[in-house]
């Protein structure tokens, strides 16, 4: 696959949805450095910064924009970097969106609000008022495991395609029939992005047209070669997912070398430790060690 695009209304490619490493509760900024470095020498196509899996629900205003900013100074333009704006309240996303929208990032990623679970037309209400805040490209980004709620493809993602600045939708779902159903649709100039890292050679072969990935982080150059090792990215997928994201790859990164902790913020914490002989033969298995 050629390298990650991210464009007025197109996005394709292999991402990482990065974690945020902690030391002694604080961020970890060198760890996420040597992070950085190791996805970029890799070739990664681009990155997703406060996601889900930066454990972004925990983190403050001012570490979300250190964050950002640190990322930006690292990658200094290598690849396309998509900050993730979306809450559960409305206004405070469309605060977030507009803040970072002067920031050097090509596009946001907006998750369905969690919690509150809003019926169909308050989605639409919602994402259409945060797309506002920006001119640049909108990902939404549809994950029913964690949010309740999912975003019906007939009626609310329709009418959203039609919205100049929404370009694409990271569907997490894992249901392939789901992909397939809005692959087919055919939205004008619209993307489709696997969000779960099992099925998404899968997916590729329906016709998706990239993965914004948590595997990446231990086995980029694997997921850039996904036809290939197929195999490999299915078998370390669901060991990193035997424990909530990101608690398992926090593990196999420090075990790795590349992060310096395994630590998360509560009320996530870490592996446990009946499943890290199981872990670490897989990564002793696929070499990773």
């Known amino acids: 696959m050629g390298r990650f695009f991210l464009g007025k209304n197109f996005f394709t490619g292999i ?25 970029l020498d890799s070739k990664i196509q681009g990155f997703v910064v406060l996601g889900s899996t930066a454990e972004s629900a925990t983190l403050t205003l001012n570490e979300k924009q250190s964050i950002v900013d640190f990322v930006i100074s690292e990658v200094a333009g290598q690849v396309p970097i998509v900050v993730g704006t979306g809450t559960n309240n409305t206004a405070e996303s469309c605060a977030l969106t507009a803040m970072f929208d002067k920031k050097n990032i090509s596009g946001f990623l907006l998750v369905t609000p969690y919690y509150n679970k809003p019926p169909q037309r308050g989605l639409l209400k919602h994402f259409k008022q945060i797309s506002t805040k920006t001119q640049k490209p909108v990902i939404l980004y549809n994950v029913p495991s964690r949010t309740v709620i999912s975003i019906d493809v007939d009626t609310t993602l329709k009418k959203l395609t039609s919205i100049k600045n929404i370009c694409g939708i990271k569907e997490a779902s894992g249901d392939l029939k789901i992909i397939k159903k809005i692959i087919n649709k055919k939205f004008n100039n619209f993307s489709v992005i696997s969000g779960d890292d099992e099925t998404f050679p899968d997916a590729m072969g329906l016709g998706a047209d990239g993965v914004i990935s948590v595997v990446s982080h231990i086995i980029p150059k694997q997921c850039l070669n996904y036809k290939k090792d197929k195999k490999l990215i299915v078998d370390v997928s669901k060991a990193l997912f035997v424990e909530s994201n990101p608690i398992p790859v926090k593990y196999a990164l420090f075990k790795m070398g590349i992060i310096s902790h395994n630590e998360l913020r509560l009320p996530l914490v870490s592996l446990d430790k009946k499943l890290h002989k199981n872990m670490d033969q897989m990564l002793k298995k696929w070499s990773l060690l």
Do not use: C, G, M, R
């Open 15 to 39: 991402s990482t949805a990065l974690i945020t490493p902690f030391k002694n509760a604080e961020v970890d900024f060198s760890s996420l450095k040597k992070l950085i470095k190791f996805q």
